[in-house]
């Protein structure tokens, strides 16, 4: 059994056990939270019927919260002198996927 989750503006694809980097979510390393399903899949069947995925849960664990690796973002315009740089690290955040309950 899998799920498509929202996470952070994206779709994970998440099964029992998976560990999954997502945009900072609040919380402690430890405490659960819940994530909305999009599509459900249990072997053949294929749940998609947004009445029954209201009630079909993932739940995942936060593993800990780390840092993205570093962006360089450089501007540059030619014959003017203008130059700029920067720097970017996403915070993120891995989740361990501990039970996803189907919404009969």
């Known amino acids: 059994m899998y ?7 994206r779709q994970e694809k998440v099964a029992v056990g998976d560990v999954v ?15 909305p399903v999009l599509l459900l899949v249990d072997g053949e069947a294929v749940t998609t019927d947004p009445a029954v995925l209201a009630k079909a849960t993932v739940t ?4 800990d919260h780390r840092r993205g690796p570093k962006i360089d973002i ?14 970017h690290r996403q ?11 189907p919404g009969k």
């Open 3 to 9: 799920a498509i989750v929202r996470a952070g503006g």
């Open 21 to 35: 980097v997502l945009d900072r979510q609040a919380g402690e390393p430890g405490a659960t939270l819940d994530l």
């Open 60 to 63: 995942a664990e936060i593993v």
């Open 74 to 87: 450089l501007r540059y315009k030619n014959k003017t002198g203008y130059r700029r740089r920067q720097g």
């Open 91 to 101: 915070d993120l955040t891995a989740v361990k996927v501990t039970d996803i309950t």
